[in-house]
Structures are given as C-alpha cells and as structure tokens.
C-alpha cells in the first residue's frame, strides 16, 4: 500500500511540475521527468529525451484547453493508437483527470515511470482523435477499444 501512495505522490507532483495551468501549450511541453519507485523510496532522475512518433511542430489545436494528462510511451513514441482511456476525479484545475494507454502494457511497464508523460488533453486528441467524443465524459470513467469495431466502449466498474 505504501508504494501506492508514493506512486499517487509522485504522479501529482509530476502533473503539477509539468502543468502549472490549464492552458498548458504544446510548445511547452518536454518529456516527462523520469522517476523510479523502490519499496518506499520514489527518486526523480534527470530529465531524459524522448523521440515521439508526432513532431511537437506538426500538434494541430483539436480540443479546447483541458489541461494535463498522462499517456505512456506506447502511444507517444512508439505512435500507437489510444486502447484504454480513463477518467478519475481530481482536485487540482491542471489534472484533467484522463489517462491514456496503448491498451497493452504491463504492469511492469506502467510501474517504471519513465513509460510515462503529462502533456495536454489535445496531445492525446492528436494521437487519436477518436477519444474526442469521450472527453467532456465526467469522472469517473473508463472506455475500452473494441478490437472488432474499432469503437471505444464504456467499461463499467
């Protein structure tokens, strides 16, 4: 359980690093501060480039202003598209909340921190402008990518 809390922790204090405002730009945006979290003990390491599959120079304006979210490197360097996406409610105007993934992580590959960035809402929307529909969905929230259909479907809890 305590190396839950120091995820949640450092996940905040990276969002809140990384977001100052809701009107996060593009252009603002790095790659995330990679961090590792052992037993109890979470360590922040030196900032680390990342290539992703769209050039910061080529992010149209999708959405409006959302603020932060987080999405693993499945989607934001190895450029695939968006398979799980979910909402949680949060107490901070920079957090929109949303969390997105390729949809075949790990564990293991979610648990090492540096898998993972905050960039804006409209970052993700680029990535995959098929979760655009599902945006203003309040949390808390989960959709899934039905293999078949193509189609993100509502997972309930």
Known sequence: ???IAIILFLGISLLLAGCDKPDVK???LKA???ATVNS???TNHAEMEKKFAIPREQIKQLVPQMGGCFITDRVMVDGLKIGY???EQTQKPEDSGWRFF?????QKY???LSHTGIYAVNTAANYDSAIIPFLETPAPCAFEKDSVSGKFQRVKN
């Open 110 to 112: 979610i648990d090492d």
């Open 102 to 106: 390729s949809g075949d992580e790990t």
């Open 32 to 34: 995330a501060t990679r």
């Open 26 to 28: 593009n252009s603002d």
């Open 40 to 42: 109890n003990t979470a």
């Open 1 to 3: 359980m305590n190396q």
């Open 85 to 87: 996406m979910y909402r």
